[in-house]
């Protein structure tokens, strides 16, 4: 068991990765382009609506949001987590987002709920971004507004290693994308629509395109039966550069206005008798302003700082009583940089 320092003290505080939270309107704007607040920029914030593995034993929606929401935290991109569309699809939950992805098996020759359809249609064709990922062109096949909406309908697939192949280059989707070759499912479609654009094919068969439907946009891809294309960086990316074309310019210029700083490597070292030892490698340290632009919160909450350094120093522990104070236990001499400890010997 590791005893604190004899000098360390508990006193109410917070330190910087402790931020208030506090109900807000996170938007900068509605749908419609209404200010809602102050556009100093923010992050952009999609609704992944996935569904039950009971519904298909092919795709585990969940596992491949864990890791998108890891690959795209630090771009500035949040993803909330939903397998209810009767909730998730409804006028004012989908207000709180700035784009819709889907990726789960709902009733593939079935009907699309009309109040969920309505509420989806009326999300695009007010703005929002639509973003389709394999598996959500074989939902609600009987639904003829949502196909067109994804801009074609599963009809059958195999299996194999394959790449494929860029046919719009210069397209912002496929800007600065990294080719890849994997085992994916080989999608064939049908109902296809007339007014898409075609990026990519797998040999004759579109497999990753765009679409405007009223102020809205969506984009869809083929990719992405498991994770042997999920955890590819090049995948990831495809699915950043999507998001990032679906949402719309003004959107991407609040992101851009939010100036998330670059995340850097530093040497972690200690003291040694003649020399520092490095242990290893960490991030470098964040001023709380920039230290919150990556902090990802639940829609419809803010962050205000409260407390940082050198208010407190070296946080060990946080504990909260039940009137909302943060009692924060430090270390202000341990370990100190200034005292030079002797090889083969510590102190607590």
Same mark, same amino acid.
């Given at each position: 068991?590791?005893?604190?320092?004899?000098?360390?003290? *508990?006193?109410?505080?917070?330190?910087?990765?402790?931020?208030?939270?506090?109900?807000?309107?996170?938007?900068? +704007?509605?749908?419609? %382009?209404s200010?809602?607040?102050?556009?100093?920029?923010?992050?952009?914030?999609?609704?992944?609506?996935?569904?039950?593995?009971?519904?298909g034993?092919?795709?585990?929606?969940?596992?491949?949001?864990?890791?998108?929401?890891?690959?795209? #935290?630090?771009? %500035?991109?949040?993803?909330?987590?939903?397998?209810?569309?009767?909730?998730?699809?409804? =006028?004012?939950?989908?207000?709180?987002?700035?784009?819709?992805?889907?990726?789960?098996?709902?009733?593939?020759? %079935?009907?699309?709920?009309?109040?969920?359809? &309505?509420?989806?249609?009326?999300?695009?064709?007010?703005? %929002?971004?639509?973003?389709?990922?394999?598996?959500? *062109?074989?939902?609600?096949?009987?639904?003829?507004?949502?196909?067109?909406?994804? #801009? =074609? $309908?599963?009809?059958?697939?195999?299996?194999?290693?394959?790449?494929? &192949?860029?046919?719009?280059?210069?397209?912002?989707?496929? *800007?600065?994308?990294?080719?890849?070759?994997?085992?994916?499912?080989?999608?064939?479609?049908?109902?296809?629509a007339?007014d898409?654009?075609?990026?990519?094919?797998? +040999?004759?068969?579109?497999?990753?395109?765009?679409?405007?439907?009223?102020?809205?946009?969506?984009?869809?891809?083929?990719?992405?039966?498991?994770?042997?294309?999920?955890?590819?960086?090049?995948?990831?990316?495809?699915?950043?550069?999507?998001?990032?074309?679906?949402?719309?310019?003004?959107?991407?210029?609040?992101?851009?206005?939010?100036?998330?700083?670059?995340?850097?490597? &530093?040497?972690v @070292? /200690?003291?040694?008798? $003649?020399?520092?030892? !490095?242990?290893?490698?960490?991030?470098?340290? /964040?001023?709380?302003?920039?230290?919150m632009?990556?902090?990802?919160?639940?829609?419809?909450?803010?962050?205000?700082?409260?407390?940082? &350094?050198?208010?407190?120093?070296n946080?060990?522990?946080v504990?909260?009583?039940?009137?909302?104070?943060?009692?924060?236990? !430090?270390?202000?001499?341990?370990? @100190?940089?200034?005292?030079?400890?002797?090889?083969? $010997?510590?102190?607590?």
């Open positions: 068991m590791h005893r604190a320092c004899a000098s360390s003290r *508990s006193r109410p505080s917070a330190c910087l990765l402790l931020a208030a939270l506090a109900l807000g309107g996170g938007k900068a +704007e509605a749908q419609d %382009g200010p809602l607040a102050a556009a100093e920029g923010r992050r952009l914030q999609v609704l992944f609506l996935g569904a039950p593995t009971q519904n034993p092919h795709h585990d929606p969940i596992t491949r949001y864990d890791v998108l929401k890891k690959g795209l #935290g630090a771009d %500035g991109i949040d993803l909330t987590y939903s397998e209810d569309p009767a909730a998730a699809l409804a =006028g004012p939950a989908l207000a709180a987002f700035d784009a819709v992805l889907l990726y789960g098996n709902w009733d593939q020759m %079935g009907v699309m709920p009309a109040t969920q359809l &309505e509420a989806l249609l009326a999300y695009v064709d007010g703005g %929002g971004g639509f973003v389709p990922v394999h598996c959500a *062109s074989a939902c609600w096949g009987r639904t003829p507004l949502f196909v067109r909406l994804v #801009g =074609g $309908r599963f009809a059958r697939h195999g299996g194999e290693e394959f790449a494929v &192949e860029d046919v719009a280059p210069d397209h912002p989707v496929l *800007s600065g994308l990294a080719g890849y070759r994997a085992w994916d499912e080989t999608y064939e479609h049908d109902e296809q007339t898409r654009v075609v990026l990519q094919r797998r +040999e004759q068969e579109p497999w990753t395109w765009v679409r405007t439907q009223g102020k809205g946009r969506v984009f869809y891809t083929a990719s992405g039966h498991d994770h042997r294309v999920w955890d590819l960086p090049a995948f990831q990316q495809l699915l950043k550069n999507g998001i990032l074309w679906a949402v719309g310019d003004g959107k991407r210029e609040l992101l851009a206005k939010l100036a998330l700083p670059k995340l850097e490597q &530093e040497a @070292s /200690l003291p040694g008798y $003649r020399q520092r030892r !490095e242990i290893t490698q960490a991030q470098k340290p /964040l001023l709380p302003a920039d230290s632009k990556f902090a990802q919160v639940a829609t419809g909450m803010q962050l205000s700082l409260f407390a940082s &350094e050198p208010e407190i120093v946080p060990i522990h504990a909260w009583d039940h009137r909302g104070r943060a009692f924060v236990v !430090e270390t202000i001499d341990c370990l @100190s940089p200034q005292i030079p400890i002797p090889s083969g $010997r510590s102190r607590r």
